[in-house]
Structures are given as structure tokens and as C-alpha cells.
């Protein structure tokens, strides 16, 4: 792992970021490493990046390692995000390295080996507009438009035709995280990609009892980055986009930031529509109505108020259905509504086409995810030597639609003494 192969030019990338708020305008890859680029087959062009690989001009005094237990983790978490539909950076491989790594105790270290449609981030775009590097900015924009959105070339203002296109599909992202139960964690700038791919599985997890206000992360004190903060939190990052397009956009830079403005404004209705459309799905409904929300939102709320399992209750949901049997669903939910609001979902489900409905339920309740009490198993598993709870997990997870039986108590959620109340970030 420490020798270059030939014709590659390996390098850590340069970004700026805001951090929980704060700008910091010289980020960059402390821990990582870009091989360079592979191009497949079908022409599909894919980065090739090693992460914990040791200390880069950005480590600012870090040792740029990576412990075993985060990289087992944005394994785990990543791949399972794939198998859900989600678009995700991929891991292809982790490499123990033999060491001790400090962090608040010493810690097996390990390397990543991972793939992205590419390593762009919002915060590549501030690094630069930070700088007011403007030439070096409409390079990255010329770069990022013929890698990710060709078709922006041809628009009056290819730097708008872009922020629109990276808003839509950020929208759609938050959606399916939120559609899961995923919580990022760290929705900081420099982990939001141009692709439009999740990025940087540090501190995340998953709900087990639905509370929109959950938070995980050990670092986020103030829960900026809660369940339900997160679409917020994407129309924030875009903005910190917006801004530094802006040169690009106009020269007259209050037109700029006029047409920036109205563009960010339709962030909301994006996210409004990619959020009903997924929700809607989880309940049955392939062509979703606007009213299908107050159907939805009253679900959740029964979910709230039962501090029942988000996925359990989608998965019973999705049973009763195929049975006509809602007692596990109703035991879960506990609500004097569930009967008036089944009442409801059954003449709803009345306009759409038999045939679909258990196929839109079961294409969008999985019934396996990585819960975070197994994730934790399988790191501390791990730690010590074995790896066979984590290679059981991610076998699990590669097929988290399908029925299988014989892992049946990786559906359960955890017991009292397997609560997992707080996850960490690996730096």
C-alpha cells in the first residue's frame, strides 16, 4: 500500500468548509488520499481514494490515520445504504495496518479503500471563492459540469443550470436518508457532494424509536444536525453553494445574488416533493396526491407519541397488509387513531392499482437496516480479533427487502442494555 503504481499522481484534495456553522477556509484531505481515477467499462468514471492513509499538507498536526472501529463503520453503513438505493460512495476494501492508533484510547488502525463518482464537495467550491480565485473557480465549475452535468453547458448561466441540478438531487438524497432513518451526523459543507452521493459516514446512525428531534453524534452538543433538521440544514450548505457561484453567475454581483436567491428559494418545494413521494411510498402509494401528506404525517405522529421503532412500524405496516393481521402494528403503535387513520389509508389505497401496492410497499420497508447496536457489535467484535459479526452483518444488509428468516433477530430492535445513546466521529 505504500508504493504509487505507475502512471497515477496520487494527491489530497484542497477544500474549505463550514464546520457545525463555522467557516474554516482551508480544510482539505488530512487523512485521505486520492489514486486517481478509473474509468469502467461502460464509460462510467469513478475516483479512487484511500482514507486513514496516513498524514497529507492538511492534517494540521493529525497523525491521518484511521482506527478499525469508524472505518468498519462507513463499511458497514455505506454498503448498506447501496443495497437500500441510496446513492452512497462505495467501499471496496479495509486494510488493517498493524498499528496502535491514539485517539481517547489506543485502537487497532485500518485504511478504507473507497469509490465516489467524484470527491467534489460544496466546500471545494468555498476553498476557491474564499480565495476569489475566479478563474480557478470556473475551472472547477467547466470540470464538475462535464463530469456530473453535462447538460448545464448548454444553459444561458451554466453555474445556475448547476445549482439547480445539485438542489434537486440533494433534495431527493435528504428524502431517502430521511425515508430509512438515517441521520448523517456530520452534515457539515465539506461533506456535501456535487454528485449528489452520501459522503462520510462519521458519527451516523439510524432511529430506532421515531423522535425527529434524535441526535447521535457525540460533537453535535446543539443538535444542528437532528433527524429532522436535516433538509434545513441541505438548503443551508447550498446556499454557502449559491454564494460562491455567484462570480460565475453575473458580474453585477447584486443580480447575482438576486437570481442565486430566487433559485435557493425553490429548495423547500424540491424537498417538499422528493419527502412525499418516498413517505407516500413507505405507506403503499405509487402515485402519490397532496394529500397524501396529512396521511403520513399522521402515521408519524402515532409513531411519536408510542416511541414506537420507525422501522418496525413501516415493517408491520407493510405485513398487515399482506395478511390483513395488524395486531403487531397496532401493539406497536398503542393509538386510539391508528383505527380512524387505517380507516383512511385503506379507501386511500382504494385509487391505486392492486398489484402495486404490495409492490411500492415492499420496495420502500426494508426490513433489515444497520441498527446501530449491531454496528457497535460487530466494531467491538472486531477490536478484539473477530471479524465474523461484522462479515454476518454485512451479509444481512446486501439484500434488506428480502425476507430472511433465518436472520430474523437482526429485525429487532435493540434491547434496554443495547441502546446505542451516543456514536463518534473517527478523527
Known amino acids: 500500500g505504500n508504493q504509487i503504481t505507475n502512471g497515477t499522481a496520487p494527491l489530497a484534495m484542497a477544500y474549505a468548509g463550514h464546520q457545525f456553522g463555522n467557516f474554516n477556509p482551508g480544510l ?12 469502467a467499462p461502460d464509460g462510467a468514471r469513478f475516483d479512487l481514494h484511500l482514507k486513514g492513509s496516513g498524514r497529507t499538507p492538511y492534517s494540521r498536526g493529525g497523525d491521518g490515520k484511521a482506527v478499525l472501529g469508524a472505518v468498519l463503520r462507513e463499511y458497514i453503513v455505506s454498503e448498506a445504504m447501496a443495497a437500500l438505493g441510496i446513492p452512497t460512495t462505495r467501499a471496496l476494501a479495509i486494510v488493517t495496518t498493524g498499528e496502535r492508533v491514539m485517539r481517547e484510547n489506543p485502537e487497532p488502525g485500518a485504511v478504507l479503500a473507497r469509490i465516489a463518482t467524484s470527491h467534489i464537495r460544496v466546500g471545494t467550491f468555498q476553498y476557491f471563492y474564499a480565495k476569489q480565485d475566479i478563474k480557478a473557480l470556473k475551472a472547477l465549475l467547466d470540470y464538475t459540469i462535464t463530469r456530473h452535468y453535462p447538460e448545464a453547458a448548454q ?67 446543539q443538535g444542528r444536525y437532528a433527524f429532522a433538521n436535516q433538509p434545513g440544514i441541505a438548503h443551508w450548505n447550498l446556499a454557502q453553494l449559491a454564494q460562491s457561484l455567484l462570480p460565475l453567475i453575473s458580474q453585477d454581483p447584486e443580480k447575482a445574488a438576486k437570481i442565486a436567491q ?23 402509494i405509487a402515485a402519490p396526491l397532496a394529500g397524501d401528506k396529512a396521511l403520513s404525517d399522521v402515521f408519524l405522529l402515532m409513531m411519536e407519541e408510542a416511541s414506537a421503532d420507525f422501522t418496525l412500524s413501516y415493517r408491520h405496516l407493510r405485513k398487515g397488509a399482506e395478511t390483513g393481521d395488524f395486531t403487531a402494528l397496532e401493539t406497536l403503535l398503542t393509538s386510539d ?22 409492490n411500492t410497499l415492499q420496495a420502500a420497508n426494508p426490513i433489515f437496516i444497520a441498527r446501530n447496536h449491531r454496528v457497535e457489535a460487530a466494531i467491538k467484535a472486531a477490536n478484539e480479533g473477530d471479524l465474523a459479526p461484522f462479515e454476518a452483518l454485512v451479509k444481512v444488509l446486501q439484500t434488506p427487502f428480502t425476507e430472511q428468516p433465518e436472520h430474523a433477530e437482526y429485525e429487532d430492535p435493540p434491547k434496554p442494555d443495547e441502546i446505542v445513546q451516543a456514536t463518534f466521529c473517527g478523527t
Open 28 to 39: 482539505g484531505d488530512g487523512r485521505a488520499v486520492l489514486l486517481g481515477e478509473i474509468v
Open 155 to 221: 444553459a444561458e448561466v451554466p453555474a445556475l443550470a448547476m445549482l439547480q441540478s445539485v438542489m434537486a438531487k440533494q433534495a431527493d438524497l435528504v428524502a431517502r436518508w430521511m425515508a430509512v432513518g438515517f441521520i448523517h451526523g456530520v452534515m457539515n459543507t465539506d461533506n456535501m457532494t456535487l454528485s449528489g452521493e452520501t459522503i462520510d459516514y462519521g458519527p451516523c446512525a439510524y432511529l430506532d424509536e421515531y423522535n425527529p428531534a434524535k441526535v447521535f453524534s457525540s460533537i453535535d452538543r
Open 262 to 284: 430566487e433559485t435557493l428559494d425553490g429548495f423547500p418545494e424540491l424537498f417538499r416533493a422528493a419527502h412525499l413521494n418516498h413517505f407516500a411510498a413507505k405507506l403503499g
Open 337 to 358: 387513531k391508528f383505527d380512524s387513520w387505517k380507516t383512511g389509508w385503506r379507501a386511500r389505497l382504494a385509487a391505486e392499482k392492486p398489484e402495486d401496492i404490495l
